[in-house]
């Protein structure tokens, strides 16, 4: 790749359906255990980065405000990455729009560093195939890893005991899955989370006393999942996301002091979700690091699902499906 200067890139979200829940090495962000998400085909992420070459410092603007504290020192530590690896110095201004809810269990995360991991390499002309562009996302929000990438992904843990690690962690598409799934989002709370999922990963993995026996489950649950993704089971599927999601909000609620996401809105619509079941409509639920409630169900069942949750709810109901890989745009002046 050569150096472009400025570069424009298009990432979505994913929803995990085995999660990534705890990290064992916190500065190369290597997980405890593999994930597998489907990447969406709804609330986009489109990241411009221009090197500035007279700019003592990067210049972060989302969503149209200039980007401070936390947000900053992420993005800003990111690209630091990104020009030690590409031998340059020149500082950059980002801008970045999201159209999903910032922080809400949405995954702004995943489908905002995944665009700025494909900008940013663009834009410094940094080498290095798919492969290597997730193992730099992952460095950015773990799940950003398999946000570079459209449908199915699992992202590899990697062994622990490899000469080199942070080669053996990042994520790939899945080839042999003969699945047409949705993904209905409920979306309960646009507002900012109480906690942050790094924070609450950390508790999750210091203190909670069910977090050894989740590991364990957890590649149970994938080995299960992959399974099924090949032999199209949707049920197979949905069980198995449904119990690993829960599974995962159980260990943090175990932490001390407690992570609690989910809210009595949240519990309403996993209700809901149950009886829908109980109708004989194949609809399963899965949670992230907010109040919000992805309900799984095949891609045949979607409208039929967000109509029975517009019913049964306030919430503004939107149906994704399987969505692509990230991918560069026009630059315009
Ligand atoms: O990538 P992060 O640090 O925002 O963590 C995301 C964790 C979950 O969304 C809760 C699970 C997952 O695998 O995406």
Redesign the pocket.
């Known amino acids: 790749m050569t150096a472009r200067e400025a570069a424009v890139a298009v990432a979505h979200p994913?929803?995990?359906l085995?999660?990534?829940?705890g990290k064992r090495d916190e500065h190369l962000?290597l997980p405890f255990t593999d994930?597998l998400?489907l990447t969406l085909d709804v609330f986009p992420t489109t990241t411009t980065v221009r090197l500035d070459p007279d700019a003592a410092a990067d210049h972060v603007v989302m969503d149209g405000a200039p980007a401070r504290g936390e947000v900053l020192s992420r993005a800003t530590t990111f690209l630091d990455l990104v020009r030690e690896r590409a031998g340059r110095r020149e500082r950059a201004l980002v801008d970045t729009r999201n159209t999903v809810p910032v922080g809400a269990?949405l995954?702004s995360?995943?489908s905002g560093?995944a665009a700025l991991t494909l900008a940013a390499a663009h834009a410094y002309g940094l080498p290095g195939d798919a492969g290597e562009l997730s193992r730099l996302a992952r460095r950015g929000?773990?799940?950003?890893a398999?946000s570079l990438f459209g449908g199915f992904v699992v992202?590899h843990a990697g062994d622990p005991g490899a000469p080199d690690p942070d080669r053996a962690s990042y994520a790939e598409p899945v080839t042999d899955a003969r699945l047409d799934a949705a993904l209905v989002a409920v979306v309960l709370e646009p507002g900012p989370k109480p906690v942050?999922?790094?924070e609450?990963?950390r508790r999750t993995v210091a203190t909670s006393p069910l977090y050894p026996d989740w590991v364990t489950d957890s590649r149970a649950d994938l080995a299960r999942l992959r399974r099924a993704l090949r032999e199209g089971d949707m049920a197979t599927v949905g069980e198995t996301a449904e119990r690993n999601a829960l599974a995962?909000h159980a260990t943090m609620e175990a932490a001390r002091p407690a992570v609690r996401y989910r809210t009595g809105a949240s519990d309403a619509v996993l209700g809901h979700v149950r009886r829908l079941r109980e109708e004989g409509v194949g609809a399963w639920a899965t949670?992230?690091?907010g109040p919000n409630v992805k309900v799984l169900c095949a891609s045949a069942d979607a409208e039929r699902v967000a109509d029975r949750m517009r019913e049964a709810t306030e919430a503004r109901v939107v149906v994704a499906r399987s969505g692509p890989a990230a991918g560069l745009r026009q630059v315009t002046a």
Do not use: E, L, Q, T
């Open positions: 994913n929803i995990a085995v999660k990534y829940w962000v994930s998400s269990g995954a995360s995943a560093f929000s773990g799940s950003a398999r992202w942050s999922s790094r609450a990963m995962m949670m992230d690091a």
